[in-house]
């Protein structure tokens, strides 16, 4: 017998070893000596036969496993994406797993049920533990980490007693799924009961619904109702959010409406917290888990409806590494599950729709606001020869205070960090360039710093200027914090909340501000694109996107599109309640095609019209794209790399594969010095996916083994979401 293995080590090829015991099936984690070192890796085959020396193969150290850790469609999820994605498949799997099953431990870090013997321990001096024990006797002789932890014990304190076999680890059954509402649901206008009674219809089949709906129209409602028939079927359901700011909000939802086990998975886990939930999921003792995009590669027994909030949202793209797609993988997972997936959205993806037209998805329309609120009301504020004060024009000004005097909130959105995207020298017209990355520093003033929001890096705010040595320096442009001390100036008795990634960093900080705004009263809300997330704010009557030009002009074929989501997602958090809201666009181009269509017409015809101009293009959704990544200490040998696989593309032997092949590059990256590398990109574009796999997974093999590969940091991405 002969097992072969995949190891997390960036290399496209299985490795053969010799098992020391019986191994019981695939799936399993084996701990092996790699070169000079010891790996984790995954049984992927186990084969009677080898051609391979035998003398030379080494035996595994260690089975870490009796049993599988993911469940075969799991399994094969994760080998469908390492193909799709042209990913190694040892990486991609051992992605799957939480970050402590990656190591070199069994799967018992966390022991969720336990027995209490029956026995008469004798303690003698040893009165901690004897007082240990007495807690323990009040909970039933089978109890679980949950019960554990209500009564302040940690799992690490039991370990004497299991050593003296006073309590045993028992396998927890999985408890059955019984629907326990703490809330009714809210009565569903025509357009949400069609949504739900239709998926109530055909719960037990793949079918993947669009939900379409404007901002405040109910679509967490038809969640909630989709969700609540599952249950009452014996089914759980797994509801992905775009970021982690999301998830408290919706978690408390949630709690507040179903009395049954809900599990939250995202980042902003301890790694034992994540492998303790994993686990528990796996068990079958959750009903419903929500999480973020790597939630979806969690265990969920009886899985009956996956649900996509945001779908239209860029962090479902992962942009590191194992660069696969969230929302993509769950419609995967669903089809191969044979359950029903829900995207929701108010400004679905350009994906999402063109699949609405070839018939792949149903769409669900909601058209009205929920309950008594009214759709916002848009203004454009042309900010041409327009008087402002750290990017906030005299007309805003103006209707701030109005809305300040009825004693509503304002949400100001400005997608820039920091109190100016750079600081410029007077004298001489110099900026402060990041070190390592062709890119501005920017400044911030709490704590004072110049900071590199693209490689971290951080230095102090200068005296001088470095090339002329003028003292005249100054902040150019304007970010949130300088935003936020201009509100306290212009409106000095308003509190003023600022939400971005600065103030948000501790643990529990943006539920605090968060539960503050949601009191209702009078304040101004400023922060980064965070805000106009999902988020619910009943008292927000006016939202003003502070600089919608900053997209307007992108380089990126997404631009507009991106734009476009932003100033709806921003919009729609004004007038959700019974007050009507208003709209603001602070803009230079006032009668720009993009603005005007949003506004007049709304998103739906801006999305008809950009997947026109896609269309004639050849440009995702209407065609097919691959973007490799190669960087490098010096730009020429990145370069070279990428000329010369675009010469193997155009070897006559693959005519059949480019034929209709459009190939850019190499060319710099965006930006194309980044945290010391030199970036190129090769941009391929192809009207047929099938063929476009087929040359990239040749490509790929010929990278593996191309000498200049190894010393080069390359990456390919598949249907990129950014480009540079």
Avoid at 315 to 336: P, T, V
Wanted: glycine share 6%.
């Amino acid at each position: 017998m002969y097992l072969q293995v995949v190891l997390a080590t960036g290399l496209r090829q299985e490795f053969t070893y010799l098992p020391t015991q019986a191994i019981p099936s695939v799936g399993l984690r084996v701990r092996v000596s790699f070169g000079r070192s010891e790996r984790v890796g995954l049984i992927v085959g186990i084969n009677q036969t080898t051609d391979l020396d035998i003398k030379k193969l080494k035996p595994i150290i260690e089975l870490l496993d009796d049993t599988p850790l993911l469940p075969k469609k799991l399994w094969q999820l994760g080998l469908w994406a390492a193909e799709y994605y042209q990913y190694p498949v040892g990486d991609a799997l051992m992605h799957l797993l939480p970050a402590k099953l990656r190591q070199a431990k069994p799967n018992d870090l966390i022991q969720l049920n336990w027995r209490i013997m029956d026995v008469d321990p004798k303690f003698g001096r040893a009165k901690k533990q004897q007082a240990l024990w007495q807690q323990l006797q009040t909970l039933a002789p089978e109890f679980n980490l949950s019960q554990l932890q209500s009564i302040g014990i940690k799992p690490s304190q039991l370990k004497p007693f299991m050593n003296q076999q006073w309590l045993t680890s028992i396998q927890p059954k999985p408890q059955a799924v019984l629907l326990n509402l703490a809330q009714e649901g809210l009565t569903l206008n025509a357009e949400q009961a069609a949504i739900v009674e239709h998926l109530a219809k055909t719960d037990k089949v793949f079918n993947c619904h669009l939900l379409n709906g404007v901002t405040g129209s109910g679509k967490t409602e038809v969640y909630f109702q989709a969700i609540a028939h599952q249950l009452n079927s014996g089914n759980r359901v797994l509801l992905l959010v775009p970021e982690i700011g999301l998830t408290p909000q919706l978690l408390e939802r949630l709690e507040q409406r179903f009395n049954n086990r809900v599990l939250a998975l995202h980042s902003g886990l301890t790694e034992h917290q994540r492998l303790n939930a994993w686990q528990q999921s796996g068990l079958g003792q959750a009903d419903i888990i929500i999480g973020t995009r790597s939630a979806l590669f969690t265990p969920i027994p009886h899985l009956g409806l996956i649900i996509i909030d945001e779908e239209h949202d860029q962090a479902y793209k992962q942009q590191e590494g194992f660069r696969y797609h969230g929302r993509d993988l769950a419609i995967k997972r669903a089809a191969d599950a044979n359950i029903p997936i829900l995207l929701g959205s108010a400004t679905p993806s350009l994906e999402s729709l063109a699949n609405v037209k070839r018939g792949r998805f149903s769409q669900w329309l909601l058209t009205s606001r929920a309950g008594q609120a009214s759709a916002q009301r848009y203004e454009v504020v042309d900010l041409r020869n327009q008087p402002q004060q750290a990017g906030i024009s005299q007309q805003l000004q103006e209707m701030i205070q109005i809305q300040l005097d009825l004693g509503h909130q304002i949400l100001l959105m400005l997608n820039r960090r920091g109190f100016a995207p750079s600081l410029q020298c007077q004298s001489c017209g110099q900026t402060a360039q990041c070190p390592a990355c062709d890119a501005n520093m920017t400044l911030h003033r709490r704590p004072p710093r110049l900071h590199c929001h693209h490689c971290e890096h951080q230095q102090s705010v200068y005296l001088h200027c470095p090339g002329c040595y003028s003292h005249q320096l100054k902040p150019l442009g304007q970010g949130t914090e300088r935003t936020e001390e201009q509100l306290n100036v212009l409106f000095p008795n308003t509190p003023v909340h600022r939400i971005d990634r600065d103030t948000t960093r501790n643990k529990g900080s943006l539920q605090a501000m968060l539960k503050e705004v949601q009191r209702g009263d009078p304040c101004l809300l400023v922060g980064t694109q965070m805000l106009a997330k999902g988020h619910h704010f009943p008292n927000v009557t006016l939202a003003a996107i502070l600089d919608a030009d900053a997209s307007l002009f992108s380089s990126d074929f997404r631009g507009p599109e991106k734009l476009a989501q932003l100033l709806v997602q921003t919009a729609g958090r004004a007038g959700r309640d019974k007050i009507p809201g208003t709209a603001v666009i602070q803009t230079y181009q006032a009668g720009h095609p993009t603005i005007n269509i949003l506004v007049n017409q709304g998103y739906n015809a801006f999305a008809q019209q950009e997947l026109a101009n896609r269309q004639q293009s050849g440009l995702p959704p209407l065609g097919h794209m691959a973007l490799f990544h190669a960087q490098a200490k010096d730009a020429a040998s990145a370069f070279a790399l990428l000329q010369w696989l675009g010469q193997q593309v155009q070897d006559p032997s693959l005519q059949n594969l480019t034929k209709s092949l459009l190939m850019f590059g190499p060319m710099p990256a965006f930006m194309a010095r980044r945290a010391h590398f030199y970036r190129a990109q090769l941009q391929l574009q192809h009207p047929n996916r099938k063929h476009l796999q087929q040359l990239l997974q040749h490509l790929c093999g010929l990278l593996d083994q191309h000498p200049a590969a190894r010393k080069i940091r390359w990456s390919l991405d598949i249907d990129p979401q950014e480009l540079g």
